[in-house]
């Protein structure tokens, strides 16, 4: 009787232990480690039972050994004085990323765009006085044909052609710290690098990660932080630009921190702020500030001809009128709008 009794059990305690180690596993901690990279704050929130701070930051380490124009010990500074090296791993996957998509926006991005960004005091050098003799003179130093990544050797058609890759690093930057979770088997978490992001899986609330769009208001010191729409997504990359935070007033007149790489001058587009969603945040970084340069038509023509993208746009009418677009895949993140 006794051993009928403990065959029926043995089958429930079985399921019983595979349910609580399953439970437990589920319930691993979330980690959250912030701190300051690339000029900004970045937050990663993961579920994890081990603290992974030192190897995150590691990896950050790397990419600002490699992208920093801030960095005097960096690659892309070796390449702008001309030094004669081999370009790592990560310089060569974020040049060839940058090539292709300068190429799909018909040179909207460029990341040769460094000298005309330094000159409008934007960039990694003081601000020039600016006028369009200067602008003249600096833009036949700017397009990304101009120079090649050859047997991983940069090849510049000038050597007064600089690389400035601050509208995609950080978006790279935050697709190394997902690989590096990824590789740990982490299935939960969202990373945040002066907000460009990936997320995948669910948050501490075992819900889809929400994302906040903010309204874009005249805001330079960032103390303004309504929301204009919630997103709530997961297992993208998402990046915002904007001008309406980052801008400076010179003789009167408000310029915008993003230069058009095309004309040499800061862009004048209706687009207030462009939020892209694609399938990592390098991708979803270079895009935005792309459609910020092209504006509102161009950009929507972009959307429609590449359908792993999505964009939510905030931008002024004729009248001054603050309005929204968003393209039809967006509708699936969108909480409220």
């Not at 300051?36 to 937050?43: A, D, E, L, Q």
């Not at 991983?152 to 601050?166: I, T």
């Not at 004729?318 to 967006?330: A, F, L, R, S, V």
């Amino acid at each position: 009787m006794a051993n009928k009794q403990l065959r029926w059990q043995l089958p429930f305690l079985v399921v019983l232990i595979v349910g609580t180690v399953l439970i437990l596993r589920k319930q691993a901690p979330y980690q959250t480690d912030q701190g300051f990279v690339f000029g900004t704050i970045y937050k990663i929130t993961y579920q994890s039972e081990e603290n992974l701070r030192d190897e995150i930051e590691a990896e950050l380490k790397k990419v600002d050994n490699s992208l920093s124009p801030f960095n005097k010990a960096s690659v892309i500074t070796h390449i702008n004085e001309n030094t004669d090296l081999t370009a790592d791993s990560l310089f060569t996957e974020v040049f060839l990323l940058a090539k292709q998509i300068s190429q799909e926006t018909h040179g909207a991005f460029d990341i040769t765009v460094a000298p005309l960004v330094n000159a409008w005091g934007f960039g990694f050098k003081n601000a020039a006085q600016v006028d369009s003799i200067m602008i003249d003179s600096l833009h036949q130093f700017v397009g990304i044909d101009k120079v090649e990544l050859i047997d991983g050797k940069v090849v510049k058609k000038d050597p007064r052609l600089m690389l400035d890759c601050s509208a995609i690093a950080k978006g790279y930057g935050v697709d190394c710290v997902a690989r590096l979770l990824d590789s740990k088997g982490i299935r939960n978490y969202m990373i945040d690098i002066g907000g460009e992001l990936v997320m995948k899986g669910e948050n501490p609330k075992m819900e889809t990660w929400s994302i906040g769009v903010n309204k874009p208001i005249d805001d330079s010191l960032s103390v303004n932080q309504e929301i204009q729409a919630v997103l709530k997504l997961t297992n993208v990359g998402l990046a915002t630009s904007g001008n309406y935070r980052n801008f400076y007033y010179k003789g009167g007149k408000k310029y915008a921190h993003t230069i058009d790489p095309r004309t040499g001058y800061p862009i004048q587009h209706n687009i207030l702020s462009a939020t892209v969603v694609a399938p990592d945040c390098a991708t979803a970084d270079a895009y935005a500030t792309s459609f910020m340069v092209l504006g509102l038509d161009s950009a929507k023509q972009i959307c429609n001809a590449h359908p792993e993208l999505d964009a939510y746009f905030i931008y002024t009418t004729d009248k001054g009128n603050t309005e929204i677009y968003y393209t039809t895949g967006m509708k699936q993140y969108l909480q409220q709008h």
